[in-house]
């Protein structure tokens, strides 16, 4: 009989320190965090304000580098102290979505997704792309023309262009009412990668009652 090798766990984050300094004081916004995800996995983070939540995606998206430890990605290393940059590495595989959406201004819904599909040298069919987050007919507004649930749609749109392992949302939830936040969340449930993972930052108990698995952080630290 052979064993086949275990397959990676999607993200693996190890030993994550990230400290900014604030005047004389350090803040440790981010202390010792380890964890895995694995395949097909949603997992909420909560905690309070000041946590270090934000601080802790920022570094699995590659878009800051932690003081100490590192992140992998499918069992490769992605992210660490000195890491060249982990950002462009891993554009193509990471999807995010911010609470602000991370939409140009002054571009139509249609045309931020084409931006981001260049970016990401995807070829992926954006107008379908739409239609599949329920926006088709609003490709051609622009951001501010949007309401709360619009813009995390296309923000959701956008961060699911060329098909990330890893989907991170900062607080997709916190600008629309409940009934859209339940929709949202059935839109995230049936869009987000089946074989990669998702995890979502929230305050929400409902989004948290739809993962998998929850990481509460207290200070920086996960707690139990
Ligand atoms: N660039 C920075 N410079 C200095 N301090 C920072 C910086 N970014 C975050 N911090 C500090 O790190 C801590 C964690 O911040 P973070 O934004 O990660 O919290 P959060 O859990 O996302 O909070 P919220 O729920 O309000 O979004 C806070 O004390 C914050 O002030
Ligand atoms: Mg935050």
Redesign the pocket.
């Known amino acids: 009989m052979t064993t086949a090798a275990e397959p990676a766990p999607v993200v693996e984050a190890r030993g994550l320190h990230r400290f900014?300094r604030?005047g004389g004081d350090e803040?440790a916004?981010v202390r010792d965090v380890s964890f895995v995800v694995g395949h097909g996995e949603l997992i909420a983070v909560r905690?309070p304000?000041?946590?270090?939540?934000?601080?802790?995606l920022a570094l699995l998206a590659g878009v800051d580098r932690p003081d100490a430890g590192e992140v992998r990605l499918d069992g490769e290393v992605i992210n660490f102290r000195d890491a060249p940059d982990p950002a462009t590495a891993r554009r193509r595989t990471i999807g995010v979505l911010t609470q602000a959406g991370g939409l140009i201004e002054h571009l139509s819904v249609r045309d931020n997704l084409r931006v981001a599909a260049r970016a990401r040298r995807s070829t992926d069919d954006v107008d379908a792309l739409l239609d599949l987050v329920g926006l088709g007919h609003r490709a051609t507004a622009v951001p501010s023309q949007l309401s709360g649930g619009e813009t995390a749609r296309a923000g959701l749109a956008v961060a699911l262009i060329g098909s990330p392992r890893l989907l991170l949302a900062d607080e997709p939830t916190a600008e629309v009412s409940a009934t859209e936040e339940q929709s949202l969340l059935e839109l995230l449930t049936n869009v987000r990668p089946s074989d990669g993972a998702t995890i979502v930052?929230t305050h929400s108990d409902a989004v948290a009652g739809a993962a998998q698995r929850i990481l509460d952080?207290s200070a920086g630290r996960l707690v139990a």
């Open positions: 900014f604030r803040v916004a905690g304000s000041g946590s270090g939540k934000s601080t802790l930052v952080l």
